[in-house]
């Protein structure tokens, strides 16, 4: 790998993680356009960007990491259990189903959802309108929703958003909580895959590493201020129908 297809890959890591639209299908189609083949060293790659875009969560939302939010946490963590019990034990299935074909049709999937959902969702009725009035069950069905990201395609923050506001929560609650959860799952596959990976690096660009880490994290903090200024006035529709047209656009590809 070189400086710029690093540079590439850490704008759409950044750009796609906490966005309800899927990071593994759009690394997938990147991955596929700059020729980079799957390999182990792109795999530790893909871990340094997982841990910048962590890095832009926790700097945002720093005054939420406290004792004083143990209640919230606690919710968080109770939530991130579902997914690391389950994912743990249906692994091997993942990586079975993990094709394009499988990817492209849940964005499609997914993005029916979105629309569907926020045809019926009132955001000003819901009870839930901050991170910290959420539920345990808000929480646990946000957990559980969260499963549904083992498919790949599927995003991680679409189904945690999908899953709070279906349970009561509003559009900005709902995703605030998304990203707070990103960081304990983000941490412990990260953790997993760096164990795994981690003599990659030893023959590894670092200069592309570092480069690659910078990139993603800053984009990642733009992006994730971004979408929370662009929830105080649109919905997720727009993304619902980006997910349709990119998932189209897969099939067609293949």
């Known amino acids: 790998m070189d400086i710029f297809q690093a540079i590439i890959i850490g704008i759409i890591e950044g750009f796609t993680e906490f966005l309800p639209i899927s990071s593994t299908g759009h690394m997938i189609v990147a991955s596929k356009f700059l020729g980079i083949e799957q390999s182990a060293v792109i795999k530790a790659y893909e871990v340094i960007i997982q841990f910048a875009a962590i890095l832009a969560v926790i700097l945002l939302y720093r005054d939420k990491i406290n004792l004083k939010e143990i209640d919230l946490w606690t919710k968080i963590m109770a939530a991130f259990l579902p997914?690391?019990?389950?994912?743990?034990?249906?692994?091997?299935?993942?990586?079975?189903?993990?094709i394009i074909e499988t990817v492209a049709w849940m964005f499609i999937v997914g993005g029916i959802i979105f629309i569907v959902v926020e045809y019926f969702h009132e955001d000003e009725e819901k009870k839930s309108k901050e991170v910290e009035e959420i539920t345990w069950f808000q929480a646990m069905s946000i957990g559980f929703g969260q499963v549904l990201s083992l498919v790949p395609g599927t995003s991680r923050a679409g189904s945690t958003i999908i899953s709070g506001m279906l349970s009561g929560v509003n559009r900005k609650a709902s995703t605030e909580f998304s990203f707070l959860l990103a960081i304990p799952v983000m941490t412990a596959v990260s953790g997993y895959d760096l164990l795994?990976?981690?003599?990659?690096?030893?023959?590894?660009?670092?200069?592309?590493?570092?480069?690659?880490?910078?990139?993603?994290?800053?984009?990642?903090?733009?992006?994730?201020?971004?979408?929370?200024?662009?929830?105080?006035?649109?919905?997720?529709?727009?993304?619902?129908?980006?997910?349709?047209?990119?998932?189209?656009?897969?099939?067609?590809?293949?």
Request: aromatic letters at 22%; zero cysteines.
């Open 83 to 98: 997914l690391a019990i389950i994912g743990f034990l249906l692994k091997d299935w993942v990586k079975e189903i993990f």
């Open 196 to 254: 795994k990976h981690y003599e990659e690096f030893v023959d590894a660009d670092l200069t592309a590493f570092v480069v690659g880490f910078v990139v993603a994290f800053v984009v990642a903090y733009i992006t994730i201020k971004l979408f929370m200024v662009f929830l105080q006035r649109f919905t997720f529709i727009a993304f619902g129908i980006y997910r349709i047209v990119f998932g189209i656009i897969l099939l067609m590809i293949l």
